[in-house]
Nanobody
């Protein structure tokens, strides 16, 4: 079990920026990944971005490419999601998640909502003027 604690949500105007943080406990194995999902009202939870523990390869869903950046501070066991040029359609509850890299890959390949074993409680981001 991986403990995850998110912070950094809030209200921001369109075009603004926010940074999410997720502090995590040590992974049980090297082949893990950690990342962010989001769920907007009436929609399924979708993978936004994740980073591999082994090689730090990253994934971004198409709608956030060029605007969001995921990074990790190994010394602090914290992963970040820097979100720039925010749009109203980015409004959602954002969840930090950690699990085997293979499960993240399966989620984005199949489109089947994620069934990760480890979730944070979620933090709300509202993009509105």
């Amino acid at each position: 079990q991986v403990q995850l604690v998110e912070s950094g949500g809030g209200l921001v105007q369109p075009g603004g920026s926010l940074r999410l943080s997720c502090a995590y406990s040590p992974f049980p194995s090297d082949d893990y990944a950690i990342g962010w999902f989001r769920q907007a009202p009436g929609k399924e939870r979708e993978a936004v971005s994740f980073i591999s523990n082994l090689d730090s390869n990253t994934y971004y869903t198409d709608s956030v490419k060029g605007r969001f950046t995921i990074s990790r501070d190994n010394a602090k066991n914290t992963v970040y999601l820097q979100m720039n040029s925010l749009k109203p359609e980015d409004t959602a509850v954002y969840y930090c998640a950690a699990d085997l890299l293979a499960k993240f890959i399966n989620t984005v390949m199949t489109g089947i909502p994620a069934d990760m074993d480890n979730w944070g409680k979620g933090t709300l981001i509202t993009v509105s003027s």
